[in-house]
């Protein structure tokens, strides 16, 4: 889904937004999926060591390696993979709802962010820019906050829209004009109309909980890795049960190592494609794509750094805060590139138009702005 | 009993059910539709209110155009006495003709501009231009989204039976749309 803006179609908002929400959809069911089969794989590898070990010796030694590969996708499944299966789904959505209604209470504390002083010109503009947003999405305005940092980068956090908080660096404010405030605004605006910040932390979590459960099985196999004499343990069919055992074993590795990789790659698919749909709803609530293409400009030749790699805040930020190019398929923000070729798509705003206004109305340097 | 029957009664049961939401949809959106338009009147109600402040602060320093004033002056009376939307919608769009005509003579008075006072409700009333603007643009998607749902198929079967009929777009006005095209833009 990244690059391939040559290919893109003209389109308008309504259905770019609509486009996106079907995408995010299908690849949640993705994720759900990748933690149902993980789980799945789990919960039959621990049924049948268990059936391998306790069964008796004579039938032990009829059991081959293609038995073993066999019953992975024997029906009816194993009991223990079916509840391996949910047992993972429900965690990982657990653990989502938990951190729903944790995270925000936290995350203000983590980047040291501020309320807004509307005695101050600039931050009574990003005030007032903050309402305006919110009546054009028709809802309650969120609580304007703001980070003392030169760095380019805002985002918005909160469980609901009525909780909603929105945040902007001190330098991106001082840099933008009001129309690419707006653009900047309504961004962050559409992450709460749409509800990303509940599907972001529910996706972060879910690809969590696969990550972690798949750390915890590499340690114990580890530990568990001790030359071990089979017989005491087996009685007389010892050696072949230990054999059967390696072969699941060795299914279960190849769980753990593709599992995490798959689930954390869907979960930044979505995380781009939360950036498109905020763009999108963006320029529904502004009607004017100008604005938030000459903001993106700026951030591209700015510093958007206010977080370290894989913080939590990284999915809500206009931009990815981290050091990492945005681009490859382990960024939480589509390139910027990228997302400007798509604004220019919505309404088709002529390219040569945004150079025109973006030279007559940012003169100055982004480094020069900041006071 | 028959088949038949189930088959019956399950095929009423669904199209009762479809009534029932088909008519929640509506009466959701008509209360959309009330709702942003308290949102515009909410905004527009402040703008009364900041218009005889600003007339006041500025019409010592503007002697020569007491016309300009009294045509702003004349259109927010207009505007607070319409009674019908349709009516306050004209009334608000020449209201917001004459105040972007005013902007511009205030723009031509450095010193007046210069006023902190002055400055400050500019800066607010500019706001409240805006926000008007962006209550307006949802109150017109709301009331799209709700003229759809009155006339496209199975809502257009019952709106009618059930006393619900298109509403009216907050349409921008010939006056102001000559007035976006004429007026410089305003950077306070």
């Not at chain 1, 081959?64 to 949910?86: H, M």
């Not at chain 1, 070729?341 to 340097?365: H, I």
Request: proline content about 4%; some cysteine; aromatic content about 6%.
């Amino acid at each position: 889904m990244a690059s391939g803006a040559p290919t893109l179609i003209n389109t308008d908002f309504a259905t770019a937004i609509q486009r996106n929400k079907d995408n995010t959809l299908l690849l949640f069911a993705f994720l759900v999926v990748i933690a149902g089969i993980f789980g799945y794989v789990l919960g039959w590898g621990g049924g049948i060591i268990h059936d391998i070990w306790t069964m008796p010796a004579a039938k032990v030694s009829h059991l081959t390696a293609d038995w073993v590969v066999r019953d992975l996708f024997s029906l009816p499944p194993r009991t223990s993979a079916l509840f391996g299966a949910l047992g993972m789904m429900a965690t990982g959505a657990l653990w989502g709802v938990l951190t729903l209604f944790l995270g925000a209470h936290i995350l203000a504390a983590f980047v040291g962010s501020r309320d807004a002083n509307a005695a101050l010109p600039a931050e009574q503009r990003f005030i007032s820019v903050v309402e305006e947003m919110a009546i054009a999405a028709g809802l309650p305005p969120p609580r304007a906050m703001i980070v003392d940092t030169p760095a380019l980068n805002a985002f918005a956090s909160g469980a609901s829209p009525e909780s909603a908080v929105i945040t902007i660096t001190r330098g991106l404010l001082q840099a933008c004009s009001r129309e690419e405030l707006q653009g900047v605004i309504g961004h962050e605006m559409g992450h709460i109309a749409d509800y990303d910040i509940r599907y972001s932390t529910v996706a972060t979590a879910m690809a969590g909980v696969i990550v972690l459960v798949a750390h915890a099985l590499r340690d114990l196999g580890r530990r568990l890795w001790a030359p071990r004499d089979a017989d005491e343990v087996g009685g007389g069919a010892g050696p072949w049960r230990l054999v059967l055992t390696l072969v699941v074993v060795a299914v279960l590795a190849v769980a753990v190592i593709v599992a995490p990789i798959a689930a954390r790659l869907v979960q930044l698919a979505i995380s781009r494609q939360r950036e498109y749909l905020a763009d999108a709803t963006s320029v529904k609530l502004t009607r004017n794509p100008a604005g938030l293409i000459e903001a993106l400009q700026r951030l591209q030749q700015g510093d958007t750094a206010i977080a370290r790699a894989g913080s939590p805040v990284a999915t809500l930020c206009i931009a990815a805060p981290d050091a990492l190019s945005s681009g490859d398929i382990f960024s939480t923000h589509p390139p910027l590139d990228d997302r400007i070729a798509r604004l220019r798509n919505l309404g088709g705003v002529a390219a040569t138009e945004v150079a025109e206004r973006a030279g007559a109305t940012a003169p100055q340097a982004i480094g020069s702005s900041i006071a | 009993m028959s088949t038949g029957l189930y088959i019956f009664m399950g095929a009423g049961a669904l199209i009762v059910v479809s009534i029932i939401a088909i008519y929640n949809a509506l009466v959701a959106g008509r209360q959309q539709v009330q709702n942003a338009w308290s949102q515009i009147t909410v905004q527009l109600k402040r703008r009364h209110d900041l218009i005889p402040n600003l007339v006041n602060v500025v019409k010592g320093a503007m002697q020569s155009e007491q016309s300009q004033l009294t045509a702003v002056m004349a259109a927010r009376n207009q505007a607070i006495a319409a009674t019908s939307p349709q009516q306050s919608i004209r009334a608000e769009n020449a209201l917001t003709g004459a105040l972007r005509g005013l902007f511009a003579v205030v723009e031509a008075y450095p010193q007046l501009r210069s006023q902190e006072n002055v400055s400050a409700l500019m800066e607010e009333l500019s706001g409240t231009e805006n926000k008007i603007a962006f209550a307006r643009q949802h109150y017109n998607d709301v009331v799209q989204a709700q003229n759809i749902r009155v006339a496209s198929f199975t809502g257009l079967l019952f709106a009618r039976l059930f006393g619900f009929s298109p509403e009216s777009m907050f349409e921008v006005g010939s006056e102001e749309r000559a007035a976006i095209a004429a007026a410089p833009e305003v950077h306070l």
